[in-house]
């Protein structure tokens, strides 16, 4: 048995309640229909996976609306959130607001999101692009903590929702723990794991600490968390939306691609392109009038 799941953006609604009722008449649903906000999110039960769902999936999307499919399982309330931190919880790549106080934003800006495509080693061009904030003042980042990072959308109440219902968070990042130590802090999440810029006399060095967090260490945060916790891996939901992300989606219970770059979508079933993280939420079921808000 499968769950599907509609979810509206922010220029999906008006089609989604004729998508939801022309799937589930099409799709030999079993039961009804679970409206989670009314006009915004639904989804019902089908006993396998529709034949034409690429298809319809394409059309969705083009009309700015989510559509995921999962096993029964994979679509169940989580007891273990791992977030990736840049363009996946917070709006921005903190390593390029860096670049862009330094001098260095557009040269930095290329290789980011060349990296975060996959087309770049991601240890090679992390080490480069710090390598190009040598002699950046330390002050520099709590000012663009202050000045530049926002959170994204829908972020807040994904991880305060979760934290309500027992679940264990934690932010898992292949940037700085300059930046996580701030962004779990103001999110309330329970732990956070990320590289550490290496500063001296108030500079940085130009230098990033060893071993560096890429898509491994990711895989092992993952393991190790959901091992201390006594978990099974159906009980983990991980988001994130790059190249380095990957490995660590395709392990958890239920991995989503979140407004993710091409290369990352390209392997990814599960993806939310257009609706905020509290897409997340829909996908274990849980309905928007359960929303805490922070």
């Known amino acids: 048995m499968y769950v599907v799941t509609l979810i509206a953006g922010p220029d999906g609604g008006p089609s989604t309640a004729g998508s939801v009722d022309a799937l589930h008449r099409s799709w030999g649903a079993k039961g009804g229909i679970t409206w989670l906000a009314p006009d915004a999110a639904a989804r019902f039960v089908v006993p396998d996976v529709p034949p034409d769902f690429q298809q319809a999936w394409e059309r969705r999307d083009a009309e700015g609306i989510d559509l995921v499919i999962t096993p029964v399982a994979a679509g169940s309330v989580k007891k273990l959130l791992l977030a990736d ?58 000012r663009v903590l202050a000045e530049r990072i926002t959170l994204a959308p829908g972020a807040a109440t994904l991880i305060a929702t979760m934290r309500a219902r027992g679940c264990h ?70 988001v994130g939306d790059g190249a380095n992300d990957l490995p660590m989606l395709k392990i958890a219970g239920l991995g989503v691609a979140a407004h993710a770059k091409p290369a990352v979508r390209a392997q990814s079933p599960i993806q939310i392109n257009h609706a905020d993280l509290t897409a997340l939420l829909y996908l274990q079921g849980i309905p928007k009038a359960a929303f805490v808000e922070m």
């Not at 921005?92 to 495509?117: F, H, K, P, S």
């Not at 992390?126 to 709590?142: Q, T």
């Open 169 to 238: 968070t934690a932010l898992v990042s292949g940037g700085f723990t300059a930046f996580t130590e701030a962004i779990a802090g103001r999110l309330g999440m329970d732990e956070h794991r990320a590289n550490i810029l290496v500063a001296a006399d108030g500079v940085l060095t130009g230098k990033v600490g060893a071993p560096i967090l890429g898509a491994d260490a990711k895989v092992r945060a993952l393991a190790e968390i959901r091992d201390r916790l006594g978990l099974e891996p159906v009980d983990v939901i991980a």
């Open 85 to 142: 931190m840049d363009s996946t919880m917070i709006g921005q790549e903190c390593i390029d607001e860096l670049a862009d106080e330094a001098g260095v934003g557009d040269r930095v800006a290329g290789i980011t999101a060349r990296a975060m495509n996959g087309e770049l080693d991601f240890d090679a061009a992390l080490r480069e692009r710090v390598g190009l904030l040598k002699g950046l003042d330390v002050d520099v980042i709590a």
